[in-house]
């Protein structure tokens, strides 16, 4: 009998197994959950780069067509129809003007917003500015999204 006992002892996985394996599969479960909403953030600002890339190779492209003049507000729905976007396919919520406008204070109509300031420039990677810029010069204003409040950010050409 007591063989009987040994046998059906070592059969299965003791409490302690189990609860091991759970633990193990609840943290890999957990560093997913973690990483994934960090992953479509980047992604999301990755799209948002590359449309303002677009936006200033159309304005580029404008500006060799109409002998170095940059666009004006009127030439926006020029500038946008040749550049390819993603994220911002709202053409309202992208404006140019000759000066930095008031950033808006909400944050998803941030991450919505492009303002190209021509004869401005980059004094910094997150700040636009008509000082010291040239009337060639173009630059892009945006926001993208961190674990917080919207960044913002400026690309120039």
């Known amino acids: 009998m007591l063989q009987k006992y040994k046998d059906k002892k070592d059969q299965g996985f003791t409490i302690i197994e189990v609860l091991i394996v ?3 599969a609840g943290l890999i479960i957990l560093i ?13 600002n990755t799209q948002r780069r590359n449309d303002v890339s677009a936006i200033l190779g ?5 500006s060799n067509n109409n002998g170095g003049d940059l666009p004006t507000a009127t030439d926006k729905s020029t500038v946008l129809a040749n550049a390819e976007r993603g994220i911002y396919e709202d053409d309202a919520a992208i404006s140019i003007s000759g000066s930095v406008p008031t950033a808006p204070a ?5 991450l919505e917003t492009v303002d190209i ?12 500015t008509t000082t010291g810029a040239s009337s060639r010069e173009v630059a892009i204003r945006f926001w993208v999204e961190t ?4 960044q913002e950010q ?3 050409s």
């Open 154 to 156: 400026c690309q120039a």
């Open 32 to 44: 997913v959950f973690l990483a994934v909403p960090a992953l479509q953030r980047n992604s999301r």
């Open 22 to 24: 759970l633990a193990i």
């Open 117 to 128: 300031i021509t004869g401005g420039t980059c004094s910094s990677p997150t700040t636009a």
């Open 147 to 150: 674990s917080g409040a919207p």
């Open 106 to 110: 909400d944050a998803s109509t941030q």
């Open 58 to 62: 159309s304005i580029q492209e404008f």
